[in-house]
């Protein structure tokens, strides 16, 4: 299993710019996450869906926006970028609650994305 | 609300010197407590996890963490720490009745020093 992929690694977008950052994962998980870190300030949910088909917003929603067709893909939406949105952005899956319990509620995160905004 | 403290955000040490990280949670409900290690440019790996039972949990590279209910606390510590331990931690907390949500604390770098 490749667990969870993000692309790109890296991005410069202009101010004003869109784009969208891929995650995808190969363990049939349910559940999937985008994280935004910043320095100093841990990681803040941005979105996650709880299935294909339904997502919702987390702490800090304003700016993105997500999809999920399908059970492996979560994009993460950039419509209008601005420097705000510098950061390093994670994507995560993680089982259903009580049906894994070796999982055990834990997420498997992504390698990141890091995008520069100027 | 739930919410997670990393009461020190950079912890420098020897190495082979024994170290503990500091965590401490807010919460009204019961919890799941987790540990997670970043390697420099990497993403989140799961070092160990609080579920139920045994409040001493043991994980990997060495590390073990104790959850104290009365304390609201989740300190994670290592007998002897390696170069390679030097990594940013980070403690997290989910509501046991809150599906998987995951709130972060804000992180304590850990620098290991020869």
């Known amino acids: 299993n490749a667990g969870v992929t993000q692309t790109p690694k890296f991005r410069i977008l202009k101010i004003g710019q869109s784009m969208t950052l891929q995650c995808a994962q190969d363990?049939?998980?349910?559940?999937m996450y985008w994280y935004r870190q910043d320095p100093g300030m841990g990681l803040k949910l941005i979105y996650y869906?709880?299935?294909?088909?339904?997502?919702d917003k987390g702490e800090v929603p304003n700016g993105y926006n997500v999809s999920r067709s399908t059970t492996e893909d979560f994009p993460l939406r950039l419509e209008l970028a601005a420097p705000s949105q510098t950061s390093v952005y994670f994507c995560?899956?993680?089982?259903?609650?009580?049906?894994?319990?070796?999982?055990?509620?834990?997420?498997?995160f992504g390698p990141g994305t890091r995008l520069l905004v100027l | 609300a739930q919410s997670v403290t990393q009461l020190d955000s950079q912890v420098p040490v020897f190495e082979e010197a024994p170290v503990e990280l500091r965590c401490n949670y807010s919460?009204?409900?019961?919890?799941?407590l987790f540990w997670y290690v970043q390697y420099p440019n990497q993403g989140l790996q799961l070092l160990l996890k609080?579920?139920?039972?045994?409040?001493l949990v043991k994980g990997i590279n060495g590390f073990e963490a104790e959850f104290n209910k009365s304390q609201t606390s989740f300190h994670l510590r290592k007998p002897s720490v390696h170069i390679s331990d030097t990594a940013e931690y980070f403690c997290?907390?989910?509501?046991?009745?809150?599906?998987?949500?995951?709130?972060f604390g804000g992180g304590t770098r850990l620098m290991v020093k020869p």
């Open positions: 997290a907390v989910s509501e046991g009745n809150a599906g998987n949500m995951l709130t």
């Open positions: 995560a899956s993680s089982p259903l609650p009580g049906l894994a319990p070796e999982s055990g509620e834990t997420q498997y």
């Open positions: 869906s709880v299935g294909a088909g339904i997502t």
């Open positions: 363990m049939n998980h349910n559940y």
């Open positions: 609080y579920l139920s039972g045994s409040t």
């Open positions: 919460s009204s409900v019961s919890v799941y």
